[in-house]
């Protein structure tokens, strides 16, 4: 294991901020189909909210899979991983994995929080070893198991 002080002060690279999934036309038309089944549902039961619900989500999940990912800075040195402005202190995190979806490569960093959610930095296949070398430095590394929402995320293709 190296130490802190043998690893590069600082590491710059850029990365998309997620993973883009391909979708054909038949996802959309089961979105439209869903969306239906529940905007039926719901005026069926006469619950106005749950409709206004369904149709805000709609709309929020279309912006969302049309929207292309923006791409990120990062940055990382001896006091955490800077995210443009934002600075994530190694401090915050318990352990970091590894994940790999096709082509990409992702940090993976557990929060020592309870509540708080993992956060997931993608970074190029070329810079990995000293990325991954970075980090092990600093904290502890384990596996990354995907959770029921990333489970169906990947699925829904999201």
């Known amino acids: 294991m190296l130490m802190a002080s043998q690893v590069r002060d600082t590491i710059n690279w850029e990365a998309e901020e997620y993973i883009v999934r391909e979708k054909n036309a038949w996802w959309y038309v089961g979105l439209v189909?869903?969306?239906?089944?529940?905007?039926?549902?719901?005026i069926l039961v006469q619950a106005w909210t749950f409709l206004a619900v369904i149709v805000l989500s709609v709309v929020a999940l279309l912006v969302y899979t049309l929207r292309p990912p923006r791409i990120l800075r990062y940055t990382l040195t001896n006091k955490?991983?800077?995210?443009?402005?934002?600075l994530y202190d190694y401090a915050e995190f318990k352990a970091f994995g590894i994940i790999r979806e096709g082509n990409h490569f992702a940090i993976v960093l557990t929060p020592r929080k309870r509540f708080s959610p993992r956060v997931t930095v993608f970074f190029p296949e070329s810079q990995g070893e000293e990325i991954v070398d970075a980090f092990g430095a600093r904290l502890p590394m384990e596996e990354v198991k995907l959770d029921l929402l990333d489970k169906l995320i990947k699925f829904l293709r999201i």
Do not use: C
């Open 33 to 42: 189909a869903a969306s239906l089944v529940f905007v039926g549902l719901a």
């Open 80 to 86: 955490g991983l800077s995210e443009g402005e934002k």
